[in-house]
């Protein structure tokens, strides 16, 4: 099934429509996310606590992600098991966890204020976006699903719907890219290390 993006975005001319189009498109998005995890590694103060619960706030983050890139086949299955019993965009819920935990390893306020506004600026329109495409392609299904789960804050948890799903390592890891962003990660969580205490 086709989906034209403009039917979401704002039909804004300019600089502001050059704008729109940047944020609804997933891959700059996901570029710029993935920069700013460097920027943290990168501008990353002394410190000692602050960096051991980031990294391993961002490790529960990436694994998540990890679980849910395994289970959803992107436009042609409904996910509702798994990590999305819990939250609607669970990958989303792994990048804030990411960046958060590495913004706090930084140590850096500068840097934790510039992924505060990036998820400012992109995450609330990306969420209604893919909310609108998600309702077009599945109806009544994602309704009904939707209807009780939030988009990032889980507001409940139901082991046997978490545990419900098959998980599938070739669709996360390989398919889904998890494995090359594991690898990125771990990069940047060796130069933080680096960066603050050698």
Not at 37 to 45: D, E, G, P, Y
Not at 65 to 71: D, L, Q, S, V, W
Not at 77 to 90: K, T
């Amino acid at each position: 099934m086709s989906w034209d993006r403009s039917e979401v975005m704002n039909r804004r001319s300019g600089l502001l429509g050059w704008f729109d189009k940047v944020r609804y498109k997933e891959i700059y998005r996901q570029a710029l996310g993935l920069i700013l995890v460097a920027v943290c590694a990168a501008f990353a103060v002394t410190g000692h606590w602050n960096i051991i619960i980031g990294l391993l706030i961002a490790l529960a983050g990436q694994l998540f992600r990890i679980f849910a890139a395994g289970t959803i086949f992107k436009n042609k299955e409904l996910a509702s098991d798994g990590a999305y019993s819990l939250v609607r965009h669970p990958l989303y819920l792994g990048n804030i966890l990411i960046l958060g935990g590495f913004s706090l390893a930084s140590g850096n306020l500068w840097v934790a204020l510039a992924v505060l506004l990036f998820f400012l600026i992109w995450y609330p329109a990306t969420i209604s976006y893919e909310d609108a495409k998600l309702e077009r392609i599945f109806g009544d299904d994602w309704r009904t699903w939707s209807e009780g789960t939030n988009a990032v804050f889980p507001n409940r948890f139901n082991w046997s719907k978490l545990t419900a799903t098959q998980w599938n390592a070739r669709q996360s890891l390989l398919r889904n890219g998890e494995f090359i962003i594991s690898v990125y990660l771990l990069a940047c969580a060796a130069v933080l290390w680096w960066r603050a205490y050698l």
